[in-house]
């Protein structure tokens, strides 16, 4: 069952989601050489409490932290942890703030100093594939409109799209229906409806799309060790543009 929100839970929806970006802000400021990925996730952590929200993802299936942090082949779920960040890295956070009975959802992908010209595109790419989406996120299209125009715009770079995780409804839940695979066909799925709030996330290979879990149960990477970016928003639905409800002062 997907979810239309009513203005008041917008309103609600907003406020989270404007502490979702601002701890993906804070954690983007963090990503530095010589930083220890948990240093990130503590202070993520004390910025939401502070701001009166909860992680939504500590706990989330027995998740152990408060964000992921995912570097170069790490797709998504990295645990921070005492791994350095090293100049030269890519860095994937993911974060989500829960308050006033709703989640906000976003993930980036930041650059450690120099990186290589093919991580530098990678990133670019991937950031764009999620605006590629959104000129579909609107009454008259379905979801499988959006996949198809983040798979078209990232395949043709020469890179690949993850299948095994997709974006999906967020709200009161973290995940709710509907899905939204980075991939397929258009015109297939449910028909977008303005109130519809919805988490997309293109994850995107810089080789093959195949991926794996490592044995903490958590981190997905990539199967032929290449890099991996992501980039996530919270979306609303509305009669016309879509609305970026993950921003802080317009920023995303
Ligand atoms: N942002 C992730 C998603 O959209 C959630 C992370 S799952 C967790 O699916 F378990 F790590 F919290
Ligand atoms: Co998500």
Avoid at 40 to 61: E, W
Wanted: with cysteine; net charge negative.
């Amino acid at each position: 069952m997907i979810q239309v929100k009513s203005e008041r839970e917008l309103e609600l929806m907003r406020k989270a989601c404007r502490i979702t970006a601002a701890s993906r802000a804070l954690a983007g400021e963090m990503v530095l050489a010589g930083m220890h990925t948990q240093e990130i996730d503590r202070a993520v952590h004390d910025f939401m409490i502070k701001q009166g929200a909860t992680p939504s993802f500590l706990n989330y299936n027995g998740y152990p932290k408060s964000i992921c942090i995912s570097i170069n082949e790490e797709v998504i779920h990295g645990i921070p942890g005492k791994r350095r960040i090293k100049e030269g890295d890519i860095v994937s956070v993911d974060v989500g703030a829960y308050i006033g009975g709703f989640h906000g959802d976003c993930a980036a992908t930041f650059a450690v100093g120099e990186i290589s010209e093919s991580a530098r595109k990678l990133i670019e790419v991937t950031r764009q594939s999620f605006f590629e989406g959104i000129k579909y996120a609107r009454p008259g299209y379905r979801v499988s409109d959006i996949s198809h125009a983040i798979q078209a715009y990232a395949e043709s770079f020469g890179f690949s799209v993850v299948r095994e995780y997709v974006g999906h409804g967020v709200g009161a839940k973290l995940h709710e229906d509907p899905e939204v695979p980075n991939f397929g066909e258009p015109g297939h799925g449910p028909r977008l409806i303005p109130g519809m709030t919805l988490a997309i996330e293109p994850m995107i290979n810089l080789g093959k799309s195949r991926i794996r879990v490592l044995s903490d149960g958590w981190t997905v990477v990539t199967a032929d060790g290449l890099p991996s970016a992501h980039y996530e928003n919270t979306v609303l639905i509305t009669n016309g543009e879509p609305e970026i409800l993950t921003t802080v002062d317009g920023e995303c």
